[in-house]
């Protein structure tokens, strides 16, 4: 008994580091701050420490006197609130105001859950969670670009010029909404050298290259010092 039961918590340990391995790959691959290694940690140890979560509250049966009941799940029940610690560490505030860093938080959070799934034997559903985690991240923002709506087959640019006459800021405006360039944000701030600076937020079509908007922007009169960023 003894040693089927030290095999099955290897075969549960080695589950939860194959599934870990696959999310891991999927942040390594797009060169997240969470990847392949911290994955895998997450994973293995949430698995292992739901084994022993679970298996240590039989262990004290009690006698005639003392009955001693435990949750078999109280370590990995933390391990959802610790995991946070974790997932806030790679959530980044950049100097635009963005955020980023969420959906990597979020896959952390998502190795520990398949860790305990995994501890606790539920394999097929951990496998399923793996296999619509990693649908959900890789291919349905690709999905809602073909048959979302229209705010979902856009992409997000930050761009920002320098205009010297502060009264060619609406007009200029105008003519990148008439090229299909939606504003989502304005920031204008003035220099000391007398000319203005404007930051901007915009959405285009997701298949428009960034180099089109680059030159359909600088093409626009009285714009100097052009510079575009993909979020």
Known sequence: MGHTFDIEILIKLGISALLGL?????????????????????????????????????MFPGDHDVNITMDPLRLAAQIVSGIGFLGAGVILRRGNDTISGLTTAAMIWGAAGIGIAVGAGFYLEAFAGVALLIFSVEFMPILMTLVGPKQLREKELRLQFHVQSKTRIADILKIMKEEKISLKNIRIKDLKDGNHLVQLIIMVDYRRKITDVYYTVSAIEGIEYVEIESH
């Open 22 to 58: 696959v999310i891991g790959l999927e942040r390594e691959i797009k060169r997240k701050p969470v990847g392949l290694k911290t994955s895998l940690v997450i994973s293995i140890v949430s698995c292992m420490l739901t084994i022993v979560s679970a298996e240590s509250a039989y």
